[in-house]
């Protein structure tokens, strides 16, 4: 399992990031 941070002004912006590095498969493991 990979873990990663994403970072973004807003949180549509770093699930924006997240979708296009990892894919719509990825799980989200917290979300602040």
Same mark, same amino acid.
């Given at each position: 399992?990979?873990?990663? +941070?994403?970072? /973004? +002004?807003?949180? +549509?912006?770093?699930?924006?990031? !997240? +979708?296009?590095? !990892? /894919?719509?498969?990825?799980?989200? !493991?917290?979300?602040?």
């Amino acid at each position: 399992m990979k873990i990663k +941070r994403y970072v /973004g +002004r807003t949180t +549509r912006e770093a699930m924006a990031k !997240l +979708r296009a590095e !990892l /894919g719509a498969d990825a799980i989200v !493991l917290k979300n602040q």
